[in-house]
T-cell receptor
Framework: AQKVTQAQTEISVVEKEDVTLDCVYE???????LFWYKQPPSGELVFLIR????DEQNEISGRYSWNFQKSTSSFNFTITASQVVDSAVYFC????????????WGAGTKLIIKP | DTGVSQNPRHKITKRGQNVTFRCDPI?????LYWYRQTLGQGPEFLTY????????KSRLLSDRFSAERPKGSFSTLEIQRTEQGDSAMYLC?????????????FGPGTRLTVL
């Protein structure tokens, strides 16, 4: 069975601080895909990144960066120099071919950026 | 706007009534997913269509729930004899080809409140 754990229910930081959101996944499949989505207060889920199990390269996109470590089954997300607009709920998700690629979601981390 | 659309955005109904939601995916996307999200939780998979074929249904989808995707375009999700436990946000997502490789694009959701 697949599972995604986001242990941090809520994180609150002051603007311009760096913040890391943790994601730990479980799967027996050797081929799988990991995602991060952002859900702002408006409610619509916004895709941030996709990573497949064969690509452990870290990725940086502007102030966002992702650290994928298969050895610890983790796919952590860091926001550098946080801004108030980053306030949202962030979800980590997993999909595998045998499950028709349905997304299996973590419970989400609510990120609050204080001005 | 060529994103995923859902109607209605909000639905308030009395227990025991039937409700129907509609999802219009991105036009060239052949995969369509329905998820349910309750407050403070990540989305939960309900069902999946490839074109007009419903290929997978979650155990969460009781016999009061039915989904269709005639002609492989828009989809409807019907809940019969609604219960208070059905109150949630119902999300629709679509993807192109292999959903694990291409991200799922989400609609704004339909928020259902059962009184």
């Amino acid at each position: 069975a697949q599972k995604v754990t986001q242990a941090q229910t809520e994180i609150s930081v002051v603007e311009k601080e760096d913040v890391t959101l943790d994601c730990v996944y479980e799967t027996r499949d050797t081929t799988y895909y990991l995602f991060w989505y952002k859900q702002p207060p408006s409610g619509e889920l916004v895709f941030l990144i996709r990573r497949n199990s064969f690509d452990e390269q870290n990725e940086i996109s502007g102030r966002y960066s992702w650290n994928f470590q298969k050895s610890t089954s983790s796919f952590n997300f860091t926001i550098t120099a946080s801004q108030v607009v980053d306030s949202a709920v962030y979800f980590c998700a997993l999909s595998v071919p045998d499950s028709n690629y349905q997304l299996i979601w973590g419970a989400g981390t609510k990120l609050i950026i204080k001005p | 706007d060529t994103g995923v659309s859902q109607n209605p955005r909000h639905k308030i109904t009395k227990r025991g009534q039937n409700v129907t939601f509609r999802c219009d995916p991105i036009s060239e996307h052949n995969r369509l997913y329905w998820y349910r999200q309750t407050l403070g939780q990540g989305p939960e998979f309900l069902t999946y269509f490839q074109n007009e074929a419903q290929l997978e249904k979650s155990r969460l989808l009781s016999d009061r729930f039915s989904a269709e995707r005639p002609k492989g375009s828009f989809s409807t999700l019907e809940i019969q004899r609604t219960e208070q436990g059905d109150s949630a946000m119902y999300l629709c997502a679509s993807s192109d080809g292999q959903g694990a490789i291409n991200e799922q694009f989400f609609g704004p959701g339909t928020r259902l409140t059962v009184l």
